[in-house]
């Protein structure tokens, strides 16, 4: 069974501070990642893909790739309200390019 | 607007009824996704297509769903006989066409299926 696995949260963050979200996948063959924006009610929205390992930075968000430990984090600095959402973690599955496994999400709060 | 569209956006219906859903990609995506997904969970992958070809359903999908995608354009989600258990958000996504390592999916809006 392949999984990813994320702190489902919620994770408080107060305003001006950076939020940490991290996320693990199983399948080893993974080459592709993504974190997506969740707003309640809403539909994914595609912030950041990593493919490669290091760090990745975009604006105030950071995504960061480790294929050894097979992780996959995001920092977002200067946290705003408007970044209150849950935040998803897909991996592309290596036995098919069509499909993305995804996490269920990590909360974040940030508090004014 | 240029993104992914869907429609209905909210369905009500009894169980037992049918359901259609349509998706409309970005213009030059060939690459077209259903996910379905249910509260405090992530979006979970039902079907694929590139252009009118289905290349993958889950083993998990039902005979009761359906999907196709005829022109290569827009694609039809139909669930027949419908179950309580299939309520959910109803996501399509497209992406451009494989090129190395990419596989950007950008989602439409959804459809969220309330089954009475």
């Known amino acids: 069974q392949k999984e990813v696995e994320q702190n489902s949260g919620p994770l408080s963050v107060p305003e001006g501070a950076i939020a940490s979200l991290n996320c693990t996948y199983s399948?080893?063959?993974?080459?592709?990642f993504f974190w997506y924006r969740q707003y309640s009610g809403k539909s994914p929205e595609l912030i950041m893909s990593?493919?490669?390992?290091g760090d990745k930075e975009d604006g105030r968000f950071t995504a960061q790739l480790n294929k050894a430990s097979q992780y996959v984090s995001l920092l977002i600095r200067d946290s705003q309200p408007s970044d209150s959402a849950t935040y998803l973690c897909a991996v592309n599955d290596d036995d098919s390019w069509g499909k993305l496994q995804f996490g269920a999400g990590t909360q974040v709060v940030v508090t004014p | 607007d240029t993104g992914v569209s869907q429609n209905p956006r909210h369905k009500i219906t009894k169980r037992g009824q049918n359901v259609t859903f349509r998706c409309d990609p970005i213009?030059?995506?060939?690459?077209l996704y259903w996910y379905r997904q249910t509260l405090g969970q992530g979006p979970e992958f039902l079907t694929y297509?590139?252009?009118?070809?289905?290349?993958?359903k889950s083993r998990l999908l039902s005979d009761r769903f359906s999907a196709e995608r005829p022109k290569g354009s827009f694609s039809t989600l139909e669930i027949q006989r419908t179950e309580q258990g299939d309520s959910a958000m109803y996501l399509c996504?497209?992406?451009?066409?494989?090129?190395?390592?990419?596989?950007?999916?950008?989602f439409g809006p959804g459809t969220r299926l309330t089954v009475l």
């Open positions: 399948d080893r063959g993974s080459q592709s």
């Open positions: 297509f590139q252009n009118e070809a289905q290349l993958e």
């Open positions: 213009s030059e995506h060939n690459r």
């Open positions: 996504a497209s992406s451009p066409s494989q090129s190395g390592t990419y596989n950007e999916q950008f």
């Open positions: 990593i493919y490669s390992n």
